[in-house]
C-alpha cells in the first residue's frame, strides 16, 4: 500500500507561482512513475505530467510546456510542480499519482492517488 499526500496549494494572482509537492509513504518499493493531474469543477480529470522512476522520460500536457516542470527526489520519495505564469484557467484541485507500468498519460493507468490540493488564480 502507498500513500501519496500533496500540498503547496494555495491562492495566486495571475502570473505568479506555485511549487506542489508530493510525498509518498509505505510500501513504494522503486522504478515507479509520478504523475500529476487536475480536476477543475465540472471538468473530468486533466493529465499534467509525469516523470521515470529514473528522470529520463517525462512528458508534459501542451498547455503547460514552458511554464510547468515536474521532478523528483527519490531519496526523500518526493515529487514536485513547479508551476510559473499560473492563468485563472489553471484553477483546479491537482492530484499526484503513482504507476508502475510505463509513463502512462490516462488516470486508470496510475494505482494510487494522493488526496488533492486546491490551487486558485485570480485574475
Known amino acids: 500500500q502507498v500513500q501519496l499526500v500533496e500540498s503547496g496549494g494555495g491562492l495566486v494572482q495571475a502570473g505568479g507561482s506555485l511549487r506542489l509537492s508530493c510525498a509518498a509513504s509505505?510500501?513504494?518499493?522503486?522504478?515507479?512513475?509520478m504523475g500529476w493531474f487536475r480536476q477543475a469543477p465540472g471538468k473530468e480529470r486533466e493529465f499534467l505530467a509525469a516523470?521515470?522512476?529514473?528522470?529520463?522520460?517525462?512528458t508534459y500536457l501542451d498547455s503547460v510546456k514552458g511554464r510547468f516542470t515536474i521532478s523528483r527526489d527519490n531519496a526523500k520519495n518526493t515529487v514536485y510542480l513547479q508551476m510559473n505564469s499560473l492563468k485563472p484557467e489553471d484553477t483546479a484541485v491537482y492530484y499526484c499519482a503513482a504507476g508502475f507500468s510505463g509513463v502512462p498519460v490516462q488516470a486508470d493507468r496510475y494505482n494510487y492517488w494522493g488526496q488533492g490540493t486546491q490551487v486558485t488564480v485570480s485574475s
Open positions: 509505505g510500501r513504494t518499493g522503486n522504478s515507479y512513475t
Open positions: 516523470l521515470s522512476w529514473s528522470g529520463d522520460i517525462t
